[in-house]
């Protein structure tokens, strides 16, 4: 089992799905709403995170990684989520591997620069769905999932290589 995660002081998205062979089965997608103040929204992300990886059995988790450009302020907060994430990965065993937000719009649009629609659109298609899953975060965090799966799937056919 695979949780992507991408990672909010307000809302951080996860999905889960399932690989087997070629197929990817989505389990399930949602966000965890924070409120309060950052220590408290810590908290819930990594217990609203070690949930998910108890009850799913969860091996392998997709993180987004910050990207900083103008606003340094929102690149913190984002990186204090991630490391709450991280945690409660680390605390569970599981595997992270992190992922660019242009290596994740690459993997499931084709293009680096894809917008947030293009990315919900892509994710849609892919597990055939009627919408995007919302919140947005929740469509993002599959995407994060989708790019692991393209990359993992890459290395086994190059030995690992690049």
């Given at each position: 089992m695979l949780i992507g995660v991408d990672p909010?002081?307000?809302?951080t998205g996860y999905g889960?799905?399932?690989?087997?062979?070629?197929?990817?089965?989505?389990?399930?997608?949602?966000?965890?709403?924070?409120?309060g103040e950052t220590p408290a929204r810590l908290a819930q992300i990594y217990a609203g995170l070690s949930e998910l990886l108890s009850a799913h059995a969860v091996q392998e988790m997709a993180i987004e990684q910050p990207f900083v450009a103008l606003n340094t302020r929102s690149a913190f907060a984002i990186g204090e989520a991630r490391a709450a994430a991280i945690l409660a990965a680390a605390h569970h065993g599981v595997i992270v591997a992190e992922y660019t937000p242009a290596a994740v719009k690459q993997a499931v649009t084709g293009y680096g620069r894809g917008s947030k629609d293009q990315v919900g659109e892509m994710v849609r298609l892919q597990f055939g769905l009627a919408a995007a899953p919302t919140p947005a975060?929740?469509?993002?965090?599959?995407?994060?999932?989708?790019?692991?799966?393209?990359?993992?799937?890459m290395a086994g056919l190059t030995g690992g290589r690049r």
């Amino acid at each position: 089992m695979l949780i992507g995660v991408d990672p909010g002081l307000r809302i951080t998205g996860y999905g889960l799905v399932r690989v087997s062979g070629v197929d990817v089965e989505l389990i399930d997608a949602g966000a965890l709403r924070l409120k309060g103040e950052t220590p408290a929204r810590l908290a819930q992300i990594y217990a609203g995170l070690s949930e998910l990886l108890s009850a799913h059995a969860v091996q392998e988790m997709a993180i987004e990684q910050p990207f900083v450009a103008l606003n340094t302020r929102s690149a913190f907060a984002i990186g204090e989520a991630r490391a709450a994430a991280i945690l409660a990965a680390a605390h569970h065993g599981v595997i992270v591997a992190e992922y660019t937000p242009a290596a994740v719009k690459q993997a499931v649009t084709g293009y680096g620069r894809g917008s947030k629609d293009q990315v919900g659109e892509m994710v849609r298609l892919q597990f055939g769905l009627a919408a995007a899953p919302t919140p947005a975060d929740a469509s993002d965090a599959l995407a994060i999932a989708l790019c692991h799966v393209a990359h993992r799937r890459m290395a086994g056919l190059t030995g690992g290589r690049r």
